[in-house]
Nanobody
């Protein structure tokens, strides 16, 4: 399995920047895609950005041009620039893929981190 740990959250004024990190440990060779999600108070969790093993990425419309997702082996980053009040949320990382047991049985992999708080003041 894979364990994920986020870091880099904090408080910042509107227009500022933060860089989130998500470090994976365990069966990281089985990870295919990694994603950042966020959940604001009273709202549903939403996908912010996703990056595949080949480096291709997608973003929710509201962060395009401001956020950049990247990945270096088992660590994923989210560079967040020009932050807005509405970016305030708990940010979670997710990993999906496949790992194999000792006898070669494939097991679907899906793990979540515990989240890191981002607070943007206007």
């Amino acid at each position: 399995q894979v364990q994920l740990a986020e870091s880099g959250g904090g408080s910042v004024q509107a227009g500022g920047s933060l860089r989130l990190s998500c470090e994976a440990s365990g069966s990281i060779s089985g990870i295919n895609t990694m994603s950042w999600h966020r959940q604001a108070p009273g709202k549903e969790r939403e996908l912010v950005a996703r990056i595949s093993r080949d480096g291709s990425s997608t973003y929710v419309e509201s962060v395009k041009g401001r956020f950049t997702i990247s990945r270096d082996k088992g660590t994923m980053y989210l560079q967040m620039n020009s932050l807005k009040f509405e970016d305030t949320a708990v940010y979670y990382c997710e990993a999906e893929g496949v790992y194999y047991t000792e006898d070669g049985t494939p097991i679907a992999l899906r793990s979540w981190g515990r989240g890191t708080q981002v607070a943007v003041s206007s």
